[in-house]
């Protein structure tokens, strides 16, 4: 079993910066890659950011291109999501996700481990 737990959610003003942080523990981290994804109230879980088992591999959705990178420390067990020039519809909450596939993927439902998630609000 694999535990994922996020942290550094926050309120945040438009136009600032936040890094949203996932720990991971209980199995190998280096075999698994990472999804974040963010969900806002009365909306479908959407797909944010996916990085690679090594972290040679990045993908970041339309919708915050430019704006987010993922980066991982496998020494660290850590996956982090760093969010540059938030706009309120930024705000959600926010969650890693893991699966044992080295390729990319952005449904929700390909992932077998989640965090409990994190509550990211921008302010305008």
Not at 23 to 29: I, K, L, M, N
Not at 42 to 65: L, M, P, Q, W
Not at 113 to 119: H, K, S
């Amino acid at each position: 079993q694999l535990q994922l737990v996020e942290s550094g959610g926050q309120l945040v003003q438009a136009g600032g910066s936040l890094s949203v942080s996932c720990a991971a523990s209980g199995r190998t981290f280096s075999r698994y890659s990472i999804g974040w994804f963010r969900q806002a109230p009365g909306k479908e879980r959407e797909f944010v950011a996916h990085i690679s088992c090594n972290g040679g591999s990045t993908y970041i959705a339309d919708s915050v291109k430019g704006r987010f990178t993922i980066s991982r420390d496998n020494a660290k067990n850590t996956v982090a999501l760093q969010m540059n020039s938030l706009k309120p519809e930024d705000t959600a909450v926010y969650y890693c996700a893991a699966k044992s596939s080295y390729f990319l993927a952005t449904s929700p439902l390909t992932y077998s481990y989640w965090g409990q998630g994190t509550q990211v609000t921008v302010s305008t």
